[in-house]
C-alpha cells in the first residue's frame, strides 16, 4: 500500500542528545513537510522540501535540521539547541502543484527528559 | 499573507445532534486551496476535502458538507447527525497559487461527541 511511514511512534531522549525521526514515503511525491504539534495547538512548519537536495526553512525552524538526498526519505534531526523538543511530529507529502492535498504519516511522539 | 483562523478551540454536542466547525481564512491569492483534515486520537491527519477558489459549489459527502463562501472567506463544515466516531480535532487549511507548496492550517477545532 502507498503512504507515509514515520518510525518509531514514541521515542524518548536524554537532554543534549541530538535525534533523527525518520519519515519515508512510497507515493512518488516531489514536496515533503514537517510539523510540530504541541498539546491543544495546531500544526506549526519545521521544514519542506520541494525536490531532491533543496529544502526551505518554516515558521519554526531553530534548533532542527533536515536532508533530502532521496525523494523517498526526509529525515528530521532535533538538535540540542532545540529548547523545547518535547512534542508530536508529523511528516507529510504531496504532489508539487498547489491543488493537491497533503498526505500525513501517523506521527512521532518525542519525549526529552 | 496567508492566515487561516478557526475561532472555535473546543465543541461538545450530544450524538445525533448537527455541528457547524468555522473556518475563515486571508489570503491575496486570486487561486488558492482550501482543505479540511481530521484529527482522531491516534493523531494522524487523515483528508477530508480539497475546494479551489474557483469552485464555490457546496459539497455533500454522506453525513458531511462544506459551505465555502468567498464573500465571507469562509470555508465551514458541517456534520449532520453527529456520532461518536466523529469525535476528533478538525483543522482547515490553506494553499495559495503563488506560495508554492507551503500550507497554512488554522489551529483547529476539537469535536467532542456525546453518546
Known amino acids: 500500500d502507498g503512504g507515509i511511514t514515520q518510525s518509531p511512534k514514541y521515542l524518548f531522549r536524554k537532554e543534549g542528545q541530538n535525534v533523527t525521526l525518520s519519515c519515508e514515503q512510497n507515493?512518488?511525491?516531489?514536496?515533503m513537510y514537517w510539523y510540530r504539534q504541541d498539546p491543544g495547538q495546531g500544526l506549526r512548519l519545521i521544514y519542506y522540501s520541494q525536490i531532491v537536495n533543496d529544502f526551505q526553512k518554516g515558521d519554526i525552524a531553530e534548533g532542527y535540521s533536515v536532508s533530502r538526498e532521496k525523494k523517498e526519505s526526509f529525515p528530521l534531526t532535533v538538535t540540542s539547541a532545540q529548547k523545547n523538543p518535547t512534542a508530536f511530529y508529523l511528516c507529510a507529502s504531496s504532489v508539487g502543484q498547489p491543488d493537491n492535498e497533503q498526505y500525513f504519516g501517523p506521527g512521532t511522539r518525542l519525549t526529552v527528559t | 499573507a496567508q492566515k487561516v483562523t478557526q475561532a472555535q478551540t473546543e465543541i461538545s454536542v450530544v450524538e445525533k445532534e448537527d455541528v457547524t466547525l468555522d473556518c475563515v481564512y486571508e489570503?491575496?491569492?486570486?487561486?488558492?486551496?482550501l482543505f479540511w483534515y481530521k484529527q482522531p486520537p491516534s493523531g494522524e491527519l487523515v483528508f477530508l476535502i480539497r475546494r479551489n477558489s474557483f469552485d464555490e459549489q457546496n459539497e455533500i459527502s454522506g453525513r458531511y458538507s462544506w459551505n465555502f463562501q468567498k464573500s465571507t472567506s469562509s470555508f465551514n463544515f458541517t456534520i449532520t447527525a453527529s456520532q461518536v466516531v466523529d469525535s476528533a480535532v478538525y483543522f482547515c487549511a490553506l494553499r495559495g497559487r503563488r506560495t508554492g507548496n507551503q500550507f497554512y492550517f488554522g489551529t483547529g477545532t476539537s469535536l467532542t461527541v456525546i453518546p
Open positions: 489570503t491575496r491569492d486570486t487561486t488558492y486551496y
Open positions: 507515493l512518488n511525491h516531489d514536496a
